[in-house]
């Protein structure tokens, strides 16, 4: 039991006081993090905030301008990418398409040497994994984009790299393809047990895969924690906002002690919530979930009047906008009953929220 | 291709211009071709419409005094030699073209359109002033010589003009552009991530080389390659200025019946054979290149 806990802790990547500029512009930050042994690790972020960057830094496609890449304990530095043991899965899949899926999947076994008859085992083993071996002898021009996906990663993870990096692998799938490569995604990497770096903007994808995710905005690390730290603990604006959706409340910080403080929130009461990063006496800004208010309002809980601007039917969930006269909140209420009532536009109504639920976080 | 059948009628007026340009440049002018090369040699030179295949038998056979066949393979010899020049000046413009291209392909936008440029460039110049320039760099007085001899590398080389060898110069220079205008497009047409790919599965530069970016090229390379091994076959102007008329080419052989010879249909047969075997080449390579397309299809 302690051996599987020292492994679980084993650093596979570390990251130290990497930074990025191109050209002038700082397309990364010095960032310090490590991505431990057999985790999903996901970088997210907004197009531009350096997570492809990170990614390519540490394939060796890219060279840090500053700071160090640990490979378990070796430095990276000057080693170029085809003596790294780290994969890519490509954005485009860039699959060979002068080679058959067999080829394609050969083809890094055969640059390290692999015996031919080892090597055909594994590429069987393969294609058996990602459940294509039918099409064994086929191009890829031959398949769907799913398809390819899947040879993308039966190709990557073939070498047995001690990291496999993942560049926003669905990202050209449609929905339906995207929700089930995520689960297929997560039981290879349990099955494989190898380190999956998966870089993403799709926040949706992060929270459902991830062991850990690092959250990036601006060229630095905003964030790092479970999908649960990160959605219910976000450390400032940037992820709360970022990360699903919620109300911002410019409110007074009135004062502040420890993780809590205590704020007049412009709903006209004032309220002490949990804090992150919030200096007393100035501005803050006040979060809560669209979920975590109640339409109508529960007995012991923070009631706020107002009436029903708009109502947005999503099927498993309904969307209202109510007008509190200050401001307007975002409430999403589970379709819990079938066909239960909608409010009407315009209709008065209270609505409540636990002081537990909200969130203050520093300007 | 897709248009309605109602369109058909249209399709044919549309193209009649394009298809009576053809006529009127490629069809009628191969047809006299054709027509001379069957006719009979007049008495004094031109050609008399008498049907006979006596010029196709000259290519391979002397006729005796008593009319009986004799086998002369004078002309063969100079079809081995022509083939043999335009393969090595092929090779060569294959060996220089794929790096250039290359080289082309990794610069920025701005000076790729510059150095396609003048990659293009001497295409502005008369082919005969470009040819004759280098038999001022290669002449005895030349550029090459001069330098080596101040160097005190050789004391007295023979000419480097009027040799094989300058003649291989000659067409490299000529038709090199036609090898790396094609390269250039199949390797911008490559995908960056494929090269990536190679080197994150393991593949050095060489490996890369070898197994990704030459055969992704290879439909560039072989488009070069016809551009530049069918004009060889035809060139007349090297052999000629740099060559010295020393050694007979295709080109100067047809030129040669034509002119001094005044064996119209000789000069003829020669061209058509020299055309067909073009034809069949590339008429082959293409039925090869479809049935692997449907090969694959259907796989």
Redesign the interface.
């Known amino acids: 039991m302690d051996m599987d806990v020292s492994v679980q802790q084993a650093k596979a990547v570390e990251i130290k006081g990497v930074s990025k500029v191109f050209g002038g512009y700082q397309a990364l930050k010095p960032v310090t993090f490590d991505i431990r042994e057999n985790e999903f690790f996901t970088l997210l972020g907004p197009s531009g905030c350096g997570k492809t960057t990170l990614l390519r830094m540490i394939?060796?496609?890219e060279q840090p301008t500053t700071g160090a890449i640990l490979l378990r304990g070796a430095e990276m530095k000057d080693l170029?990418?085809?003596?790294r043991r780290?994969?890519?899965v490509?954005?485009?899949y860039?699959?060979?398409?002068?080679m058959t899926l067999e080829q394609n999947i050969a083809?890094?076994l055969e640059?390290?040497g692999w015996a031919k008859d080892r090597r055909a085992a594994r590429v069987a083993d393969m294609l058996r994994l990602v459940h294509m071996e039918k099409f064994a002898?086929?191009?890829p021009q031959?398949l769907s984009g799913g398809q390819r996906q899947r040879i993308a990663l039966a190709?990557?993870l073939a070498?047995e790299p001690e990291v496999l990096l993942l560049d926003e692998p669905l990202s050209a799938l449609d929905l339906k393809l995207r929700q089930a490569m995520r689960d297929e995604l997560r039981t290879l990497q349990r099955q494989t047990g190898i380190t999956f770096v998966f870089v993403t903007h799709d926040q949706e994808e992060a929270l459902d895969m991830s062991d850990r995710i690092c959250v990036l905005g601006d060229g630095e690390i905003q964030q790092l924690g479970t999908p649960a730290d990160i959605y219910e603990e976000p450390s400032n604006r940037f992820v709360a906002d970022f990360i699903g959706e919620t109300n911002f409340l410019e409110v007074d910080v009135l004062s502040v002690e420890g993780d809590e403080a205590t704020v007049s929130t412009p709903l006209g009461m004032t309220l002490s919530a949990a804090q992150k990063r919030v200096s007393g006496g100035g501005r803050g800004w006040m979060s809560i979930r669209p979920e975590k208010i109640s339409l109508p309002a529960r007995p012991g809980e923070i009631a706020v009047d107002g009436t029903i601007e708009g109502a947005n039917y999503l099927g498993g969930y309904t969307h209202y906008v109510v007008d509190t006269g200050a401001v307007k909140l975002r409430v999403s209420k589970r379709n819990n009953v079938s066909r239960s009532r909608m409010f009407e536009t315009g209709q008065p109504i209270t609505v409540s929220f636990a002081a537990e639920s909200v969130r203050i976080l520093g300007a | 291709m897709s248009a309605a059948p109602g369109n058909a009628r249209w399709n044919v007026i549309g193209l009649l211009p394009a298809q009576l340009i053809m006529l009127a440049t490629l069809i009628i002018p191969v047809g006299i071709i054709v027509l001379v090369s069957f006719s009979t040699r007049g008495p004094y030179g031109g050609f008399e419409y008498v049907f006979t295949t006596a010029p196709y038998k000259q290519i391979l056979f002397n006729e005796g005094w008593s009319g009986e066949l004799e086998f002369n393979p004078q002309y063969l010899i100079v079809v081995a030699r022509t083939m043999i020049l335009a393969a090595a000046t092929t090779f060569i413009c294959l060996l220089l073209a794929f790096p250039a291209a290359y080289y082309i392909s990794l610069r920025k936008p701005a000076m790729k359109m510059l150095l396609i440029y003048l990659v293009t460039l001497p295409f502005w110049v008369s082919m005969i002033v470009r040819v004759y320039s280098w038999i001022i760099i290669l002449g005895n007085d030349g550029v090459i010589a001069k330098t080596l001899r101040a160097l005190g590398l050789v004391d007295n080389m023979g000419s480097l003009l009027f040799t094989d060898t300058a003649m291989l110069i000659g067409l490299v220079y000529s038709y090199i552009p036609l090898m790396i205008l094609p390269i250039f497009a199949s390797i911008e047409k490559l995908?960056p991530?494929?090269v990536?790919?190679?080197?994150?599965?393991?593949?050095?530069r060489l490996?890369t080389l070898r197994?990704?970016i030459l055969?992704?090229c290879r439909p560039g390379m072989v488009a070069g390659s016809i551009l530049v091994f069918v004009p060889c076959l035809g060139a007349v102007l090297e052999p000629i200025l740099l060559g010295g008329g020393k050694t007979m080419m295709m080109g100067n052989l047809i030129q040669l019946q034509f002119g001094a010879a005044r064996n119209w249909p000789l000069g003829a047969a020669i061209s058509i054979v020299l055309m067909a075997a073009v034809l069949v080449f590339l008429l082959w390579r293409g039925l090869r290149s479809i049935r692997r397309e449907e090969a694959?299809a259907a796989?």
Not at chain 1, 80 to 83: D, E
Not at chain 2, 196 to 204: F, I, K, N, T
């Open positions: 394939a060796g496609f170029p990418p085809h003596k780290v994969n890519t490509f954005q485009s860039a699959l060979f398409p002068h083809f890094g640059n390290l002898g086929r191009k031959q190709r990557a070498p | 995908d991530a494929l990536e790919a190679s080197h994150d599965l393991y593949g050095s490996t197994r990704v055969p992704l694959e796989a």
